[in-house]
Each structure stands twice: as structure tokens, then as C-alpha cells.
């Protein structure tokens, strides 16, 4: 072999071989980014906004004050003193074992 012959040259690929794995992963990029914007809108009508009804639908009959002195009178709040007395016909309020015996007491004529 001479100096002046040269190497031969590798045969061409096919034209479908070329940038396969660019092309791979150019497609791939493309439905992960259209998966994560069709999760996003579902995520959305799903739960986001249903979730942002029930909240103005709470907060629009929602009276704080009132709130506020069930916490008082459950003494709940350990920053305030209990200084109004209990409610009878608060719903929020467990009923009192001692109801009975008191509505018994009052009814019975002492002897």
C-alpha cells in the first residue's frame, strides 16, 4: 500500500438512521409537555375550582362575630375570659347532663 491511496470511506447511513435518537427525544419532550398541560386543566376544572365555589359559598354566610362568641361561651379561646353566660339553645353546645335533674327539681313540688 501506497501513502497516496486513501482509507476507504465508510458507506453513508440510511437517511431514517440519522438523528434517531434527537428525533426520539424531541417526540418524547412533545407528549410529556402535552400531558402536563392536559393534567393542568383537568387538575384545574376538577378540583381547583369546585374547591373555590365551596369556599365563597362558605364564607358568604360566614359571620364571624357570631363565631367568634360561640368560641367565647364554649370557652374555647384561652385569651378571653368567659364572662357571657352559656346559651341553653346554642346548637354548638353539647346538652348538659344536668338538664333533666334541674327540669325534675323545678317540677316536683318540695315536700
Do not use: W
Not at 22 to 37: E, P, Y
Not at 49 to 62: G, H, T
Amino acid at each position: 500500500m501506497s501513502s497516496k491511496e486513501s482509507p476507504k470511506e465508510a458507506p453513508s447511513r440510511p437517511k431514517i438512521m440519522r438523528n434517531i435518537h434527537r428525533n426520539k427525544l424531541l417526540t418524547h419532550v412533545k407528549i410529556g409537555v402535552g400531558i402536563a398541560l392536559v393534567s393542568a386543566v383537568i387538575f384545574k376544572f376538577a378540583v381547583q375550582i369546585p374547591k373555590q365555589n365551596r369556599y365563597a359559598e362558605f364564607y358568604s354566610n360566614y359571620n364571624a362575630d357570631e363565631s367568634f362568641e360561640r368560641m367565647v361561651i364554649a370557652d374555647v379561646l384561652s385569651s378571653t375570659k368567659c364572662e357571657k353566660k352559656k346559651k341553653e339553645t346554642d346548637p354548638c353546645l353539647p346538652p348538659d347532663p344536668n338538664q333533666k335533674k334541674k327540669e325534675e327539681a323545678v317540677v316536683a313540688p318540695p315536700k
